[in-house]
Protein backbone atom coordinates (compact mmCIF):
# COMPACT_ATOMS: atom_id res chain seq x y z
CA UNK A 1 0.00 0.00 0.00
CA UNK A 2 1.12 3.64 -0.95
CA UNK A 3 0.88 6.33 2.04
CA UNK A 4 1.37 10.15 1.51
CA UNK A 5 1.19 12.73 3.82
CA UNK A 6 0.72 16.40 4.08
CA UNK A 7 -0.71 19.42 6.53
CA UNK A 8 -3.75 19.10 4.59
CA UNK A 9 -5.41 19.17 1.48
CA UNK A 10 -2.01 20.11 -0.70
CA UNK A 11 -1.07 16.40 -0.91
CA UNK A 12 -3.88 15.67 -2.96
CA UNK A 13 -3.00 17.47 -6.04
CA UNK A 14 0.19 14.76 -5.88
CA UNK A 15 -2.40 11.97 -4.99
CA UNK A 16 -4.29 12.29 -7.98
CA UNK A 17 -1.06 12.47 -10.21
CA UNK A 18 -0.58 9.44 -8.65
CA UNK A 19 -3.80 7.81 -9.14
CA UNK A 20 -4.07 8.44 -12.58
CA UNK A 21 -0.50 6.68 -13.51
CA UNK A 22 -1.25 3.90 -10.62
CA UNK A 23 -4.92 3.32 -11.14
CA UNK A 24 -4.79 -0.41 -9.22
CA UNK A 25 -2.85 0.72 -6.05
CA UNK A 26 -3.98 1.19 -3.19
CA UNK A 27 -3.45 4.79 -1.19
CA UNK A 28 -3.66 6.10 1.77
CA UNK A 29 -2.84 9.62 2.56
CA UNK A 30 -2.96 11.82 5.90
CA UNK A 31 -3.80 15.25 6.14
CA UNK A 32 -2.49 16.63 8.89
CA UNK A 33 -5.39 19.45 9.47
CA UNK A 34 -4.67 19.50 12.88
CA UNK A 35 -1.44 21.10 12.56
CA UNK A 36 -1.83 23.08 9.21
CA UNK A 37 -0.15 25.40 8.13
CA UNK A 38 3.50 23.32 8.27
CA UNK A 39 5.29 25.98 5.83
CA UNK A 40 5.88 28.26 9.06
CA UNK A 41 7.24 25.84 11.29
CA UNK A 42 10.65 24.95 12.75
CA UNK A 43 12.62 21.98 11.27
CA UNK A 44 12.40 20.29 14.77
CA UNK A 45 8.94 20.96 14.89
CA UNK A 46 8.77 19.41 10.86
CA UNK A 47 10.63 16.81 11.98
CA UNK A 48 8.31 14.95 14.89
CA UNK A 49 5.43 15.79 12.51
CA UNK A 50 6.90 13.85 10.02
CA UNK A 51 7.60 11.11 12.32
CA UNK A 52 3.89 11.17 13.19
CA UNK A 53 3.03 10.72 10.21
CA UNK A 54 5.12 8.25 8.65
CA UNK A 55 4.19 6.12 11.71
CA UNK A 56 0.66 6.41 11.02
CA UNK A 57 0.65 5.29 7.51
CA UNK A 58 2.94 2.58 8.74
CA UNK A 59 0.50 1.23 11.20
CA UNK A 60 -2.34 1.43 8.74
CA UNK A 61 -0.92 -0.81 6.09
CA UNK A 62 1.30 1.59 4.31
CA UNK A 63 5.12 -0.28 3.39
CA UNK A 64 5.35 2.81 0.25
CA UNK A 65 5.53 6.49 2.08
CA UNK A 66 5.27 10.01 -0.62
CA UNK A 67 5.74 13.32 1.45
CA UNK A 68 3.18 15.05 -0.74
CA UNK A 69 4.47 18.36 1.32
CA UNK A 70 7.48 20.34 0.44
CA UNK A 71 8.00 21.82 3.37
CA UNK A 72 8.64 18.35 4.98
CA UNK A 73 10.66 17.26 1.94
CA UNK A 74 13.10 20.06 2.19
CA UNK A 75 13.41 20.32 6.06
CA UNK A 76 14.37 16.36 6.21
CA UNK A 77 17.67 14.56 4.71
CA UNK A 78 16.06 11.25 2.64
CA UNK A 79 18.42 9.36 4.78
CA UNK A 80 16.76 9.44 7.71
CA UNK A 81 13.90 7.58 6.68
CA UNK A 82 15.64 4.97 7.32
CA UNK A 83 14.54 5.12 10.70
CA UNK A 84 11.78 4.43 9.83
CA UNK A 85 12.95 1.19 7.88
CA UNK A 86 12.05 2.61 4.72
CA UNK A 87 14.09 1.11 2.17
CA UNK A 88 15.57 4.63 -0.38
CA UNK A 89 13.45 3.01 -3.26
CA UNK A 90 10.32 3.14 -0.96
CA UNK A 91 10.08 6.84 0.02
CA UNK A 92 9.07 9.62 -2.44
CA UNK A 93 9.78 13.56 -1.71
CA UNK A 94 9.49 16.24 -3.48
CA UNK A 95 13.13 18.35 -4.39
CA UNK A 96 14.58 15.88 -6.12
CA UNK A 97 11.75 14.19 -8.58
CA UNK A 98 11.05 17.88 -9.42
CA UNK A 99 14.40 19.47 -10.30
CA UNK A 100 15.46 16.11 -11.85
CA UNK A 101 12.37 16.71 -13.66
CA UNK A 102 13.40 20.16 -14.45
CA UNK A 103 16.99 19.45 -15.36
CA UNK A 104 16.50 19.52 -19.40
CA UNK A 105 14.39 22.41 -19.56
CA UNK A 106 15.52 26.22 -20.79
CA UNK A 107 13.50 28.98 -18.95
CA UNK A 108 13.77 32.03 -16.39
CA UNK A 109 12.85 29.69 -13.05
CA UNK A 110 11.09 31.37 -10.55
CA UNK A 111 10.21 28.84 -7.42
CA UNK A 112 7.28 29.55 -5.09
CA UNK A 113 6.89 27.65 -1.85
CA UNK A 114 6.61 28.04 2.07
CA UNK A 115 8.89 29.93 4.14
CA UNK A 116 9.79 26.81 5.20
CA UNK A 117 10.88 25.29 1.77
CA UNK A 118 12.15 28.44 0.87
CA UNK A 119 14.76 28.72 3.86
CA UNK A 120 15.99 25.20 3.62
CA UNK A 121 17.56 26.32 0.61
CA UNK A 122 17.19 22.95 -0.95
CA UNK A 123 15.91 23.59 -4.13
CA UNK A 124 18.26 25.82 -4.53
CA UNK A 125 21.06 23.66 -4.09
CA UNK A 126 19.45 21.28 -6.09
CA UNK A 127 19.17 23.66 -9.02
CA UNK A 128 22.77 24.69 -8.61
CA UNK A 129 24.01 21.48 -8.49
CA UNK A 130 22.86 21.29 -12.25
CA UNK A 131 24.14 24.68 -12.97
CA UNK A 132 21.05 26.02 -13.67
CA UNK A 133 19.92 29.80 -11.76
CA UNK A 134 16.85 30.04 -10.28
CA UNK A 135 14.91 32.86 -8.39
CA UNK A 136 12.57 32.10 -5.82
CA UNK A 137 9.98 33.76 -3.13
CA UNK A 138 8.57 32.36 -0.50
CA UNK A 139 5.04 32.95 0.06
CA UNK A 140 3.55 33.46 4.04
CA UNK A 141 0.21 32.25 4.73
CA UNK A 142 -1.03 31.10 1.07
CA UNK A 143 -0.97 27.59 1.73
CA UNK A 144 -2.85 27.68 5.38
CA UNK A 145 -5.55 30.43 3.25
CA UNK A 146 -5.74 27.49 0.79
CA UNK A 147 -6.35 25.06 3.12
CA UNK A 148 -8.84 27.22 5.40
CA UNK A 149 -11.11 28.35 2.61
CA UNK A 150 -10.18 32.13 2.07
CA UNK A 151 -11.70 33.99 -0.67
CA UNK A 152 -10.28 34.13 -4.27
CA UNK A 153 -9.91 37.72 -3.82
CA UNK A 154 -7.99 37.15 -0.70
CA UNK A 155 -5.42 34.27 -2.34
CA UNK A 156 -4.71 36.78 -5.10
CA UNK A 157 -3.49 39.39 -2.60
CA UNK A 158 -1.45 37.55 -0.97
CA UNK A 159 0.54 36.37 -3.95
CA UNK A 160 0.47 39.96 -5.04
CA UNK A 161 1.88 41.04 -1.86
CA UNK A 162 4.60 38.42 -1.66
CA UNK A 163 5.72 39.72 -5.56
CA UNK A 164 5.78 43.74 -4.31
CA UNK A 165 8.68 45.54 -5.58
CA UNK A 166 10.02 41.91 -7.32
CA UNK A 167 11.40 41.88 -10.80
CA UNK A 168 8.71 39.39 -12.97
CA UNK A 169 12.15 38.50 -15.74
CA UNK A 170 11.01 34.83 -15.42
CA UNK A 171 9.19 32.37 -17.77
CA UNK A 172 8.56 29.47 -15.64
CA UNK A 173 6.89 29.49 -12.52
CA UNK A 174 7.29 26.19 -10.38
CA UNK A 175 4.46 25.87 -7.81
CA UNK A 176 6.42 23.94 -5.13
CA UNK A 177 4.14 23.87 -2.47
CA UNK A 178 1.38 21.28 -2.65
CA UNK A 179 -1.32 23.46 -1.83
CA UNK A 180 -0.34 25.72 -4.92
CA UNK A 181 -1.95 23.92 -8.02
CA UNK A 182 -4.96 24.16 -6.64
CA UNK A 183 -5.42 27.87 -7.49
CA UNK A 184 -3.02 27.42 -10.65
CA UNK A 185 -6.03 29.56 -12.19
CA UNK A 186 -5.35 32.48 -9.92
CA UNK A 187 -1.13 32.14 -10.59
CA UNK A 188 -2.24 32.49 -14.17
CA UNK A 189 -3.98 35.64 -13.47
CA UNK A 190 -1.93 37.26 -11.56
CA UNK A 191 1.54 36.33 -13.88
CA UNK A 192 -0.28 36.39 -17.11
CA UNK A 193 -0.87 33.61 -19.65
CA UNK A 194 2.59 33.79 -21.27
CA UNK A 195 4.38 32.57 -18.45
CA UNK A 196 4.23 28.67 -17.93
CA UNK A 197 3.59 27.24 -14.43
CA UNK A 198 4.76 23.85 -13.39
CA UNK A 199 2.53 21.69 -10.86
CA UNK A 200 5.55 18.90 -9.23
CA UNK A 201 2.77 16.49 -8.87
CA UNK A 202 3.65 15.56 -12.15
CA UNK A 203 7.13 14.82 -11.43
CA UNK A 204 6.52 12.59 -8.54
CA UNK A 205 3.82 10.25 -9.85
CA UNK A 206 6.64 9.45 -12.72
CA UNK A 207 8.48 8.58 -10.11
CA UNK A 208 5.98 6.71 -8.44
CA UNK A 209 5.22 4.73 -10.79
CA UNK A 210 8.90 4.11 -11.64
CA UNK A 211 9.56 2.87 -8.57
CA UNK A 212 6.03 1.39 -7.29
CA UNK A 213 5.13 -0.56 -10.22
CA UNK A 214 4.28 -3.45 -10.88
CA UNK A 215 4.79 -3.94 -7.10
CA UNK A 216 1.88 -2.21 -5.95
CA UNK A 217 -1.15 -3.12 -8.03
CA UNK A 218 -3.69 -4.09 -5.85
CA UNK A 219 -7.29 -2.94 -5.59
CA UNK A 220 -7.28 0.10 -6.10
CA UNK A 221 -9.03 1.52 -2.39
CA UNK A 222 -8.56 5.01 -1.67
CA UNK A 223 -8.51 6.12 2.09
CA UNK A 224 -8.47 8.89 3.62
CA UNK A 225 -7.26 10.02 7.47
CA UNK A 226 -7.34 13.47 8.78
CA UNK A 227 -6.49 14.68 12.11
CA UNK A 228 -9.19 16.89 12.07
CA UNK A 229 -12.27 17.23 10.53
CA UNK A 230 -12.87 19.71 7.52
CA UNK A 231 -15.51 20.38 5.49
CA UNK A 232 -13.29 22.20 3.39
CA UNK A 233 -11.27 18.76 2.47
CA UNK A 234 -14.48 16.73 2.07
CA UNK A 235 -15.60 18.76 -0.57
CA UNK A 236 -12.05 18.74 -1.90
CA UNK A 237 -12.02 15.28 -2.40
CA UNK A 238 -14.74 14.62 -3.30
CA UNK A 239 -14.27 17.27 -6.07
CA UNK A 240 -10.77 15.97 -6.86
CA UNK A 241 -11.79 11.91 -6.48
CA UNK A 242 -15.33 11.24 -8.53
CA UNK A 243 -14.58 7.75 -9.83
CA UNK A 244 -13.38 6.23 -7.04
CA UNK A 245 -15.36 4.98 -3.86
CA UNK A 246 -13.21 6.31 -0.89
CA UNK A 247 -13.49 6.57 3.23
CA UNK A 248 -12.77 9.72 5.20
CA UNK A 249 -11.95 9.14 8.82
CA UNK A 250 -10.83 11.38 11.48
CA UNK A 251 -7.61 10.12 13.78
N1 LIG B 1 1.55 21.59 1.06
C1 LIG B 1 2.71 21.67 1.86
C2 LIG B 1 3.94 22.04 1.07
O1 LIG B 1 4.05 21.58 -0.04
C3 LIG B 1 2.53 22.36 3.19
C4 LIG B 1 2.03 23.75 3.17
C5 LIG B 1 1.71 24.26 4.55
O2 LIG B 1 1.06 23.52 5.30
O3 LIG B 1 2.15 25.37 4.88
O4 LIG B 1 4.83 22.70 1.52
Redesign the pocket.
Known amino acids: MIGIF???M??LTVMRAIRDVLPDSDIIYFGDIKH??????SRSELSVLTAQAVKRLQMNGATKIVS???????SLAVSVFDVFSLEPGHIIE?VGPTVSYLKDVDAHVMLV??P??IDSELYQQAFQMLGKDVQYTGISD???AI?FGASRQKIKEIIEYSFEGKERNFDLLVL?????PLVTDIFQEVFGKEIRIFDPAFAVAERAKKLFWPQEVGNGTTKFLISEDSEFFRERVAEMFPESPFTIEVV
Do not use: F, I, K, Q
Open positions: DSGGGAPYGSRACNSLSAMATATLAGEACTHY
